[in-house]
């Protein structure tokens, strides 16, 4: 009799342990179902943004889906409700890229988007071997510079070269060659003095549009930046213009000989004196012009989603208070069209970026040192707040 019992007690242990386990194994089973619904519905909501991501590492992809802050939300797009959802995830409240806020239905351009209009563009321009070969981005000094400018150093470098190292970084990926300096009065462009300053300025439009005809082996394909000393103006009714691009033309123009408002309000013109030495605030202004600009030529359009390099800015200050680099829609255009290793290009960057700050130190660069060893700190351990 008591044989029996300890078999039928034996018996229950079992079927109640099983019991337990299969419960257990349920639920794990509903979790691991439920968890994986949700990362390819949130897998599925980007890709709107920034296209299939499915072939970069976990942590890669976490940096594109960040772009999911930006989608809508019951029907509406804001700051308000990406910090709702913050909130209600511990793990995501610090975030890599602000959203700008109310996303604007004109003037997106999302990853999909932009790309199909790269191969339209291809295919009408019959440049089907395009991807085949590296592009070269050509950096052409347009002088006459003054002295204390060609003969400025940062160590050994020059400051072209110190531009050049940061495209080379920027655009990972893609040949960036410095060209020997020409005087832009050898390209017979449209001109003006300006009626107030009297300073000599060149019309943008004209010298993007003979610029690379300027430019030894220039391949068909390639890129043309021009780096100017003379001031430029977009049109007559305007006064000044920091740079503007030409896709058509593949050629893109900056001035930093001097800053002022792009719209003229009738000051004197004392208030916008001319370069007379390089500190870092000027060097700032160098490379974020530089690498806007840069961007339009691979067909970016103004970035409407996050605070971010391709915002589009209405004054100097504007400009120069925008984030120095790409938010994850942006950066996966870039990506795309350099086939670069993102981490790689983010240690580039912040090894161009610390240098920089070491040696003239600007509270804007110390902040983009900061974001990059952040977003490392991300792509190598899923960590942001670590120190």
């Not at 209009?117 to 950096?139: A, C, G, Q, W, Y």
Request: proline share 3%; charged share 25%; glycine share 6%.
């Amino acid at each position: 009799m008591s044989s029996t019992y300890r078999i039928d007690q034996t018996i229950r242990s079992i079927v109640t342990c099983a019991t337990v386990l299969s419960v257990l194994l349920i639920i794990v089973y509903k979790f691991t179902m439920r968890w994986r619904r949700n990362r390819s519905s949130r897998t599925r909501r980007v890709r709107v943004l920034v296209g299939d991501i499915s072939r970069f590492d976990n942590q890669v992809k976490k940096l594109f889906l960040e772009c999911e802050a930006c989608l809508k939300v019951g029907g509406n797009t804001s700051k308000g409700n990406s910090s709702e959802l913050e909130e209600n995830d511990p793990i995501r409240r610090e975030r890599l890229f602000e959203v700008k806020g109310e996303i604007p239905f004109r003037g997106r351009q999302s990853f999909p988007q932009w790309k199909v209009v790269m191969e339209i563009d291809s295919l009408f321009s019959f440049n089907f071997f395009r991807k085949r070969r590296v592009r070269t981005l050509h950096i052409q000094p347009l002088g006459e510079y003054p002295n204390h400018i060609r003969d400025f150093r940062i160590g050994s470098k020059t400051l072209l070269q110190l531009i050049k190292e940061f495209a080379d970084a920027f655009f990972l990926g893609m040949n960036v060659e410095l060209e020997g300096e020409i005087n832009i009065d050898t390209l017979s462009c449209t001109s003006r003095y300006h009626r107030v300053t009297g300073q000599k300025q060149v019309l943008v439009t004209d010298l993007n549009a003979k610029l690379r005809n300027f430019v030894k082996k220039c391949a068909k394909d390639d890129l043309v930046v021009g780096f100017s000393w003379t001031d430029l103006y977009p049109s007559e009714e305007l006064n000044f213009v920091l740079g503007e691009a030409s896709y058509r033309h593949d050629t893109a123009v900056f001035s930093f000989g001097r800053y002022e408002p792009k719209n003229y309000h009738g000051n004197k013109g004392d208030d916008h004196p001319g370069i007379i030495d390089i500190d870092g605030e000027i060097l700032w202004r160098l490379v974020k012009v530089m690498s806007h600009e840069s961007c339009h030529l691979f067909g970016f359009a103004h970035c409407v989603y996050f605070d971010c390099a391709m915002n589009e800015s209405s004054a100097v200050e504007e400009a120069m208070s925008q984030p120095l680099f790409l938010c994850p829609v942006c950066l996966r255009k870039l990506q795309h069209a350099l086939h670069f290793d993102v981490r790689a290009r983010y240690q580039a960057l912040l090894d161009v970026c610390t240098f920089i700050q070491c040696h003239y130190p600007f509270h804007r660069m110390n902040s983009a040192v900061l974001w990059l060893q952040k977003c490392l700190r991300f792509l190598n351990s899923g960590e942001v707040n670590m120190v």
